[in-house]
């Protein structure tokens, strides 16, 4: 199976398991399965474009056929890829970005602004260890693993518009 491949994932990790999986995030996945019920009678399939998520978290541009299916709980889709393409990092760095909680943004916009844990800590009235478990926390998410990293993560010229 192609898909699985590009993917990143084993057949037996996608046939027969819940599509979340694939979805960048789960409100995104819920809306989905809004989108098939309300679309798609059993054995009707429709097209849909989107972000699916790979094993190692990155992102894909998808366009996809969903066939609604038959099971006990009437959740059942087949999902057949049209076209799996590498997204603009702007895209991936974005989907991240929603991943972060609101102290985590707070952190991040302080620490770009050449701010030190411990400044960061005063002005936000928290303790050091906090900031440096919530930069630990979202250095990890957005895929970096120093502060420098993350700088260059947000200063690079194909992200600037």
Partial sequence: MAACRALGYRESELVGQDAAILHTDYGRFLRFGQSGQTFGEVGEPFSSCGWVKRRDGGILSSEHLVTPVATSDDSGIHLS???LD???EWVALYHKMRSLTAREE???RHT???QGAKTIAIELDISYRTVESHRANL???LGVRTTTALFS???RPELRH
């Fill in 153 to 155: 993560l947000f200063t």
């Fill in 106 to 108: 707070e952190i991040l």
């Fill in 112 to 114: 770009l602004r050449g």
């Fill in 139 to 141: 250095l990890r998410k």
């Fill in 86 to 88: 590498d997204c603009p």
């Fill in 81 to 83: 890829f049209l076209k």
